[in-house]
């Protein structure tokens, strides 16, 4: 079974601060997707990764592919009171087929940003 | 923008009686997901179509859960009976997958309360 594990699980911080959101696995994808949840709202994409090492940048948050496409990460410089939300990574299972599109989701990251 | 749209937003109703969630996916888009969120399980998929057809409903309690496509436009998540545990929110999803890495469109969800 492949798992993604996310941390942290919360993060509280103070408008203008930098953080970094960990999303790990002993299992390799063939993409990595990071989407953001506001409150009564269905997650939305924010990137798609799908080579070893790749980066994206999106404003002001970077996100990288780890080489081995085991892992990622969520880099937001300079925090604002809009960034607050849950963030998830979700995994597409490697293999000669991508089983009909099926993602597997980290528990996600709730990020509040105090002003 | 095109988008996903779930109803009811919300429901409240007490244990055993029939639930039925409604899904409208992006029209074009050939693959459908229903997910349940809880703070303890996070997001969780509990089945998913191709072209109106099951490709995996491995993640539903088969006793009291089903999931149909009975056309293009309609997706339809039934519990019968519900019971309190099944209290989350349930989300929808749609895309396009002729090949892998694409990404999945959200609903805003259905809230359901058993009680």
Same mark, same amino acid.
């Given at each position: 079974?492949?798992?993604?594990?996310?941390?942290?699980?919360?993060?509280?911080?103070?408008?203008?601060?930098?953080?970094?959101?960990?999303?790990?696995?002993?299992?390799?994808?063939?993409?990595?997707?990071?989407?953001?949840?506001?409150?009564?709202?269905?997650?939305?994409?924010?990137?798609?990764?799908?080579?070893?090492?790749?980066?994206?940048?999106?404003?002001?948050?970077?996100?990288?592919?780890?080489?081995?496409?085991?892992?990622?990460?969520?880099?937001?410089?300079?925090?604002?009171?809009?960034?607050?939300?849950?963030?998830?990574?979700?995994?597409?299972?490697?293999?000669?087929?991508?089983?009909?599109?099926?993602?597997?989701?980290?528990?996600?990251?709730?990020?509040?940003?105090?002003? | 923008?095109?988008? *996903?749209?779930?109803?009811?937003?919300?429901? *409240?109703?007490?244990?055993?009686?029939?639930?039925?969630?409604?899904?409208?996916?992006?029209?074009?888009?050939?693959? *459908?997901?229903?997910?349940?969120?809880?703070?303890?399980?996070?997001?969780? &998929?509990?089945?998913?179509?191709?072209?109106?057809?099951?490709?995996?409903?491995?993640?539903?309690?088969?006793?009291?859960?089903?999931?149909?496509?009975?056309?293009?436009?309609?997706?339809?998540?039934?519990?019968?009976?519900?019971?309190?545990?099944?209290?989350? *929110?349930?989300?929808?999803?749609?895309?396009?997958?002729?090949?892998?890495?694409?990404?999945?469109?959200?609903?805003?969800?259905?809230?359901?309360?058993? &009680?």
């Amino acid at each position: 079974t492949q798992l993604l594990e996310q941390s942290p699980q919360f993060l509280s911080i103070q408008e203008g601060e930098n953080l970094t959101v960990y999303c790990n696995s002993s299992s390799v994808f063939s993409s990595l997707q990071w989407y953001r949840q506001e409150p009564g709202e269905g997650p939305v994409l924010l990137v798609t990764v799908v080579t070893g090492g790749e980066v994206k940048k999106l404003k002001r948050l970077t996100f990288q592919f780890g080489d081995a496409r085991k892992d990622s990460s969520l880099h937001i410089t300079a925090a604002q009171p809009g960034d607050t939300g849950l963030y998830l990574c979700a995994g597409g299972p490697s293999g000669i087929y991508n089983q009909g599109g099926k993602l597997i989701f980290g528990q996600g990251t709730e990020l509040s940003v105090k002003p | 923008d095109a988008r *996903v749209t779930q109803t009811p937003r919300h429901k *409240v109703t007490e244990m055993g009686q029939e639930v039925t969630m409604r899904c409208q996916p992006i029209l074009g888009h050939n693959t *459908v997901f229903w997910y349940r969120q809880t703070m303890m399980q996070g997001l969780e &998929l509990l089945a998913y179509f191709r072209n109106r057809a099951p490709l995996d409903d491995s993640g539903m309690p088969k006793d009291r859960f089903s999931a149909e496509m009975p056309d293009a436009t309609l997706a339809t998540l039934k519990i019968q009976p519900s019971e309190p545990r099944d209290s989350a *929110v349930y989300f929808c999803a749609s895309g396009f997958f002729a090949v892998s890495n694409q990404p999945q469109h959200f609903g805003d969800g259905t809230r359901l309360s058993i &009680l």
